[in-house]
C-alpha cells in the first residue's frame, strides 16, 4: 500500500496571471503558501482475475470497472489512462476540506494521485515533474480552464513567490521570512467559509475571454506581488500587507461580475466593519473561502460576528506532496 498527501493553499496576490492566456504574453507571478490542510490518495494492488473488476475507486462513490475508459471520474480515469495503467489497482482518496472552496484541493488531488501512480509503479517524481504533469492532465487532457499555480504549489509547497515566464517555464522563489516574523503574520489571518461552493474552472473561464480587456490590470495585479514580497521580507509594518490585499480584492472584483455576488460584498464589509485592515475571496472567484488579514487583537471582535462552524485555523508553510507510507 502506498499512501501520498498534497497540500492546500492560499494565494496572497497575482491570482489570474497564472493562467497561460496571459502569462504567454506578459508573464505571471504569485505570492502564496500551502497550508497544513491535504489531498490524501491510497493506492495498493489486488490480483483482479479473482475478482469481476479491474479497477476499484473509492471517493465521494464507489466505482468497480473492467477497463479504464469505463471510470466516470474524469481525474482518475486521466491519470490512469496517462501513466498507462490498466488493472490490479485500488484507488481511494480522502481530503481535510471539501472541494470547490477555492484552496486548490482540485489540484492538490491531482498531485497526489500522480506521485501515488508514480510510486505505484516504482518511480520517483521531482517536485517540477508532478507540478507539469498535474498542469499537462488538468489543462490538456481535461481541457479545463485552470491556472498553473495550484499544481506548482502542491508539488512544491512552502511559502514562495512563483514566476511564470512567457515561454511556459516557472521558477519558485521560496519567501526568506524568519519564524518570528512568519508567526506574527500568520496571527493576522482569518478565513470564513462563505457557504458557497463553486467551480472555479467555470468562474475562470469567464474571466479568460476578458483577458485583452482587463491587461492593465493584470499588470497591476502582477506588480503587487513583488510589493507585497518587499513587505513581508523587509520588516515593514505588516499592516502595510493587509492594505495591499484590499487593493488586490478591489482589482479582482474588476475582472469580472463573477468574481464576487451580494452575499460575498456583505461577508467582506462585515469583516471589515470588524476591525479587518483588507481581505479577499481565495481562489478564482464566485464563493469559497474569504480570507481576513486582521490584527492580532481584533480577532476576537471579527471572530464574534460569523458563525465558528465557518471559521478556518490553519497554519502556514506546509510541506509539498510526499510520500507518507510505502509497503
Same mark, same amino acid.
Request: net charge neutral; aromatic share 10%.
Given at each position: 500500500?502506498?499512501?501520498?498527501?498534497?497540500?492546500?493553499?492560499?494565494?496572497?496576490?497575482?491570482?489570474?496571471? !497564472?493562467?497561460?492566456?496571459?502569462?504567454?504574453?506578459?508573464?505571471?507571478?504569485?505570492? =502564496?503558501?500551502?497550508?497544513?490542510?491535504?489531498?490524501?490518495?491510497? =493506492?495498493?494492488?489486488?490480483?483482479?482475475?479473482?475478482?469481476?473488476?479491474?479497477?476499484?475507486? &473509492?471517493?465521494?462513490?464507489?466505482?468497480?470497472?473492467?477497463?479504464?475508459?469505463?471510470?466516470?471520474?474524469?481525474?482518475?480515469?486521466?491519470?490512469?489512462?496517462?501513466?498507462?495503467? &490498466?488493472?490490479?489497482?485500488?484507488?481511494?482518496?480522502?481530503? !481535510?476540506?471539501?472541494?470547490?472552496?477555492?484552496?486548490?484541493?482540485?489540484?492538490?488531488?491531482?498531485?497526489?494521485?500522480?506521485?501515488?501512480?508514480?510510486?505505484?509503479?516504482?518511480?520517483?517524481?521531482?517536485?517540477?515533474?508532478?507540478?507539469?504533469?498535474?498542469?499537462?492532465?488538468?489543462?490538456?487532457?481535461?481541457?479545463?480552464?485552470?491556472?498553473?499555480?495550484?499544481?506548482?504549489?502542491?508539488?512544491?509547497?512552502?511559502?514562495?513567490?512563483?514566476?511564470?515566464?512567457? !515561454?511556459?517555464?516557472?521558477?519558485?522563489?521560496?519567501?526568506?521570512?524568519?519564524?518570528?516574523?512568519?508567526?506574527?503574520?500568520?496571527?493576522?489571518?482569518?478565513?470564513?467559509?462563505?457557504?458557497?461552493?463553486?467551480? =472555479?474552472?467555470?468562474?475562470?473561464?469567464?474571466?479568460?475571454?476578458?483577458?485583452?480587456?482587463?491587461?492593465?490590470?493584470?499588470?497591476?495585479?502582477?506588480?503587487?506581488?513583488?510589493?507585497?514580497?518587499?513587505?513581508?521580507?523587509?520588516?515593514?509594518?505588516?499592516?502595510?500587507?493587509?492594505?495591499?490585499?484590499?487593493?488586490?480584492?478591489?482589482?479582482?472584483?474588476?475582472?469580472?461580475?463573477?468574481?464576487?455576488?451580494?452575499?460575498?460584498?456583505?461577508?467582506?464589509?462585515?469583516?471589515? =466593519?470588524?476591525?479587518?485592515?483588507?481581505?479577499?475571496?481565495?481562489?478564482?472567484?464566485?464563493?469559497?473561502?474569504?480570507?481576513?488579514?486582521?490584527?492580532?487583537?481584533?480577532?476576537?471582535?471579527?471572530?464574534?460576528?460569523?458563525?465558528?462552524?465557518?471559521?478556518?485555523?490553519?497554519?502556514?508553510?506546509?510541506?509539498? &506532496?510526499?510520500?507518507?507510507?510505502?509497503?
Amino acid at each position: 500500500m502506498i499512501i501520498t498527501r498534497a497540500p492546500l493553499r492560499m494565494s496572497f496576490f497575482g491570482g489570474g496571471t !497564472d493562467y497561460p492566456e496571459h502569462f504567454r504574453k506578459s508573464g505571471g507571478a504569485v505570492l =502564496a503558501t500551502t497550508i497544513d490542510k491535504y489531498s490524501y490518495v491510497t =493506492a495498493s494492488r489486488f490480483h483482479s482475475p479473482l475478482f469481476d473488476y479491474r479497477v476499484r475507486l &473509492s471517493y465521494r462513490e464507489n466505482e468497480l470497472v473492467q477497463n479504464v475508459s469505463q471510470i466516470r471520474h474524469n481525474v482518475f480515469r486521466a491519470c490512469l489512462t496517462y501513466l498507462g495503467l &490498466s488493472g490490479d489497482i485500488e484507488l481511494h482518496t480522502v481530503a !481535510d476540506l471539501p472541494s470547490f472552496t477555492g484552496l486548490g484541493s482540485s489540484s492538490s488531488f491531482t498531485v497526489a494521485l500522480l506521485q501515488a501512480l508514480h510510486a505505484f509503479r516504482g518511480e520517483f517524481r521531482t517536485p517540477a515533474e508532478l507540478a507539469r504533469e498535474a498542469i499537462h492532465v488538468e489543462r490538456e487532457i481535461l481541457r479545463e480552464a485552470v491556472g498553473c499555480q495550484d499544481q506548482v504549489l502542491a508539488a512544491f509547497g512552502g511559502f514562495n513567490l512563483v514566476e511564470f515566464s512567457r !515561454d511556459e517555464q516557472f521558477v519558485v522563489r521560496r519567501v526568506p521570512v524568519p519564524g518570528p516574523r512568519l508567526a506574527e503574520f500568520e496571527r493576522h489571518l482569518f478565513i470564513v467559509f462563505t457557504g458557497i461552493k463553486r467551480s =472555479a474552472p467555470e468562474v475562470a473561464s469567464q474571466q479568460l475571454r476578458r483577458i485583452p480587456e482587463n491587461v492593465s490590470t493584470l499588470a497591476a495585479m502582477h506588480a503587487m506581488v513583488e510589493h507585497a514580497w518587499d513587505i513581508l521580507t523587509g520588516g515593514s509594518n505588516l499592516e502595510q500587507f493587509g492594505i495591499l490585499l484590499h487593493e488586490a480584492w478591489i482589482a479582482k472584483r474588476s475582472l469580472d461580475g463573477g468574481v464576487s455576488n451580494p452575499t460575498i460584498d456583505g461577508l467582506y464589509e462585515r469583516g471589515r =466593519a470588524a476591525g479587518a485592515i483588507g481581505g479577499k475571496l481565495l481562489g478564482a472567484g464566485g464563493g469559497g473561502f474569504i480570507l481576513f488579514f486582521v490584527p492580532p487583537k481584533l480577532q476576537g471582535q471579527v471572530r464574534a460576528v460569523f458563525s465558528p462552524d465557518h471559521v478556518l485555523d490553519v497554519r502556514l508553510n506546509s510541506p509539498g &506532496s510526499q510520500v507518507i507510507f510505502s509497503e
